[in-house]
């Protein structure tokens, strides 16, 4: 199977849209999955960008399974297994894997300092025990661990491991990536690194991971058209202007503030409400009507 052909696109980590109570709101879900579908776009719930660390077991199959009753076989659904227990991951991704998830994403756990044999094995572990395609997360900023690429490599060749999704910056590590695998039909790479997207795209990557993508899904999707048909002027003009709207709430922030402030503009965007789990806490009234007013003016032309 050529999966550069599968497992390939705008794949957006969904944000959790919750309600007041903090359920998980279903009218939320069908509104961004609905612009996702719309704009080609491919649904990756649970993964750092949906809270999933804070969300318990019950919420998480809530939301999966709206996710997938929605795309209801549309599209692909990648969900995260990510956790601090082993036993836990694989009991999710059986769950998933019945609910109807197809791929499943796993970052290392975060409880503590490992080694690249201690990442090995846990990963060719986990590969072997999970009946759906397993992609590799590397995001330093929330597991304060890096996967090196040598390991990576190294993982590419187990059967069930069909890519790399890496969140970690830095332009020697993009373009050795590419080197490794924009050639490999059998293994894929992908990119948090949203800023990156038009040049990434341009020199071989096969997706882009945007959390930006909830927001305007349909600018992303322009990039990697763009980008896949030749096309680098236009890619990277879009470029600029999702830069721009990333920068809005990402900008000199850490996560855990960005997230209430993307919340508020996908509220402001009318996709969901702009509650928080904690540890994050939900903006106040007035920080929510500042936001929606000055997003709707900055950005209000891109809402779909």
Not at 63 to 91: H, P, R, W
């Amino acid at each position: 199977m050529n999966y550069k052909e599968k497992y390939c696109g705008v794949i957006v980590p969904m944000i959790t849209p919750f309600t007041e109570k903090f359920e998980i709101d279903e009218q939320g879900v069908e509104n961004i999955v609905h612009g996702l579908l719309k704009n080609k776009c491919t649904p990756f719930v649970l993964g750092t960008t949906g809270e999933s660390s804070s969300i318990s077991n019950n919420k998480k199959s809530d939301l999966i399974k709206y996710t997938v009753n929605m795309v209801n076989g549309k599209d692909l659904v990648y969900a995260g297994i990510s956790g601090n227990s082993f036993e836990d991951s694989v009991v999710n991704a059986k769950l998933y894997h019945d609910i109807g998830v197809d791929v499943l994403v796993a970052h290392l756990p975060s409880c503590y300092p490992i080694d690249d044999d201690q990442m090995l094995r846990y990963y060719e572990a986990l590969a072997n025990a999970i009946r759906l395609p397993l992609m590799l997360y590397n995001i330093p900023v929330t597991t304060n661990l890096s996967i090196s690429l040598k390991l990576v490599e190294k993982l590419s060749y187990h059967d069930n491991i069909i890519g790399f999704k890496d969140s970690q910056r830095g332009e020697d590590r993009l373009n050795e990536s590419l080197r490794l695998w924009k050639d490999r039909e059998d293994f894929t790479f992908h990119l948090g690194w949203a800023a990156k997207s038009s040049y990434g795209l341009v020199n071989g990557l096969d997706g882009i991971v945007p959390s930006s993508g909830n927001l305007v899904p349909s600018l992303y999707r322009g990039i990697y058209d763009a980008a896949k048909s030749g096309n680098v002027k236009k890619a990277e003009e879009l470029q600029q202007i999702t830069n721009v709207i990333s920068a809005y709430y990402q900008e000199g922030k850490i996560l855990s503030r960005a997230f209430p402030i993307f919340k508020a503009m996908m509220n402001a965007f009318d996709l969901c409400e702009p509650y928080t789990a904690l540890p994050m806490l939900t903006l106040s009234i007035d920080e929510i009507q500042n936001i929606r007013k000055d997003v709707l003016e900055k950005f209000g032309e891109y809402k779909d």
